[in-house]
């Protein structure tokens, strides 16, 4: 992992008032969650049944593309909560769209 998403999700722990070693702990120990770590990304996401796929942490260059890229397989949705304490409201949006979104955005570069 390099410097600048080293100290993103160092960062991120800061502001949510939780623990990495716990939260990775409890990832690590629960079938349905996955880590992603690579040089410039961090990505922890567990499958919601049926439903989709809940992104508990992502930082990174590129971090949703790569996810897409990653994820073991498809649900029908991906869901992420803006609020780092990982309380907030967790946002759902097809997988198609942000599939969609991240190709327009890659276009428009």
């Given at each position: 992992?390099?410097?600048?998403?080293?100290?993103?999700?160092?960062?991120?722990?800061?502001?949510?008032q939780?623990?990495?070693?716990?939260?990775?702990?409890?990832?690590?120990?629960?079938?349905?969650?996955?880590?992603?770590?690579?040089?410039?990304?961090?990505?922890?996401?567990?499958?919601?049944?049926?439903?989709?796929?809940?992104?508990?942490?992502?930082?990174?260059?590129?971090?949703?593309?790569?996810?897409?890229?990653?994820?073991?397989?498809?649900?029908?949705?991906?869901g992420?909560?803006?609020?780092?304490?990982?309380?907030?409201?967790?946002?759902?949006?097809?997988?198609?769209?942000?599939?969609r979104?991240?190709?327009?955005?890659?276009?428009?570069?």
């Open positions: 992992m390099n410097t600048t998403t080293c100290e993103q999700l160092k960062a991120l722990y800061r502001r949510s939780r623990d990495f070693n716990e939260d990775i702990a409890m990832h690590l120990q629960d079938g349905a969650s996955f880590i992603f770590s690579g040089p410039d990304y961090f990505l922890m996401a567990r499958a919601v049944v049926d439903h989709g796929w809940h992104i508990i942490v992502a930082v990174g260059v590129g971090r949703m593309q790569k996810f897409l890229e990653l994820m073991p397989y498809e649900l029908p949705y991906i992420f909560s803006r609020d780092p304490s990982g309380h907030g409201e967790i946002k759902w949006y097809s997988t198609n769209t942000i599939r979104h991240i190709c327009e955005t890659l276009r428009g570069r």
